[in-house]
């Protein structure tokens, strides 16, 4: 949600804040939403937009381009109304995109590049503040459904904090397809855990043995062909 509603990606110490929001709500994100929509960050970078100018914003955010004038007028009408918050719609939003379509292409790149972007700050111990969440906003404006600006990220994300890129150059070729956030509910009681519900990253990827899927919340790792 930092993509679509603030466009650049999340610090280290809001994640995990938000993160344990999202535990603690059993995984609906929807429960929280308008908590996360509500900030002086918010209130700093948008208050001289008007409605139109707001729903435009979150579409540019998420997927590079302009709002249908049909969508446009149908959110506007709910966010003057009351009927809806800005974070509830940019929810509906980005829950709307079909993985198989260019907005669901578009966004799934800009998750993974801003996930990369947050990744480098927690592994390097790196400020981001200022000038570095302008350049953030640039860096995912900049990524589209083409893997080439995906690509190009790693670099641009080395420029930003000025560190150098080392080449690694991987065992097993992989193509990054996707990836989605996935809220599961299970019986976990015969495992003795009390929550039910948990919600994680879902990253799908082709090795040379097929498809692979991962996720960077627990041990789960499956191959098929």
Same mark, same amino acid.
């Given at each position: 949600? #930092?993509?679509?509603?603030? *466009? +650049?990606?999340?610090?280290? @110490? /809001? %994640?995990?804040?938000?993160?344990a929001? =999202?535990?603690?709500?059993?995984g609906?994100?929807?429960?929280?939403?308008?908590?996360?929509?509500?900030?002086?960050?918010?209130?700093?970078?948008?208050?001289?937009?008007d409605?139109?100018?707001?729903?435009?914003?979150? #579409?540019?955010?998420?997927? *590079? +381009?302009?709002?249908?004038? @049909? /969508? %446009?007028?149908?959110?506007?009408?709910? =966010?003057?109304?009351?009927?809806?918050?800005l974070?509830?719609i940019?929810?509906d939003?980005?829950?709307g995109?079909?993985?198989?379509?260019?907005?669901?292409?578009?966004?799934?790149?800009?998750?993974?590049?801003?996930?990369?972007?947050?990744?480098?700050?927690?592994?390097?111990?790196?400020?981001?503040?200022?000038?570095?969440?302008?350049?953030?906003?640039?860096?995912?404006?900049?990524?589209?459904?083409?893997?080439?600006?995906?690509?190009?990220?790693?670099?641009?994300?080395?420029?930003?904090?000025d560190?150098?890129?080392?080449?690694?150059?991987?065992?097993?070729?992989?193509?990054?397809?996707?990836?989605?956030?996935v809220?599961?509910?299970?019986?976990?009681?015969?495992c003795?855990?009390?929550?039910?519900?948990?919600?994680?990253?879902?990253s799908?990827?082709?090795?040379?043995?097929?498809?692979?899927?991962?996720?960077?919340?627990?041990e789960?790792?499956?191959?098929?062909?």
């Amino acid at each position: 949600m #930092y993509v679509a509603y603030y *466009g +650049r990606p999340a610090d280290p @110490a /809001g %994640l995990n804040y938000w993160a344990a929001r =999202l535990d603690q709500s059993n995984g609906h994100l929807e429960e929280i939403i308008d908590e996360f929509g509500n900030s002086g960050e918010y209130h700093l970078r948008f208050w001289q937009l008007d409605t139109e100018g707001l729903i435009q914003n979150l #579409y540019q955010q998420l997927f *590079g +381009r302009d709002v249908e004038e @049909a /969508g %446009l007028t149908a959110y506007s009408e709910m =966010l003057n109304s009351g009927q809806r918050t800005l974070s509830s719609i940019a929810l509906d939003i980005a829950n709307g995109a079909s993985n198989d379509s260019v907005d669901g292409a578009v966004l799934s790149n800009r998750v993974y590049v801003a996930h990369q972007f947050s990744q480098s700050i927690v592994d390097r111990d790196l400020d981001y503040e200022g000038t570095d969440i302008d350049a953030a906003r640039a860096l995912l404006a900049g990524v589209s459904e083409d893997v080439a600006t995906v690509e190009a990220s790693a670099a641009d994300i080395a420029a930003i904090f000025d560190f150098e890129l080392v080449a690694v150059e991987p065992e097993v070729a992989v193509d990054f397809l996707g990836l989605w956030q996935v809220t599961e509910t299970r019986d976990l009681s015969d495992c003795g855990l009390d929550d039910t519900s948990r919600s994680y990253e879902l990253s799908i990827i082709r090795g040379e043995n097929g498809l692979m899927l991962s996720t960077d919340n627990s041990e789960f790792v499956a191959e098929f062909d």
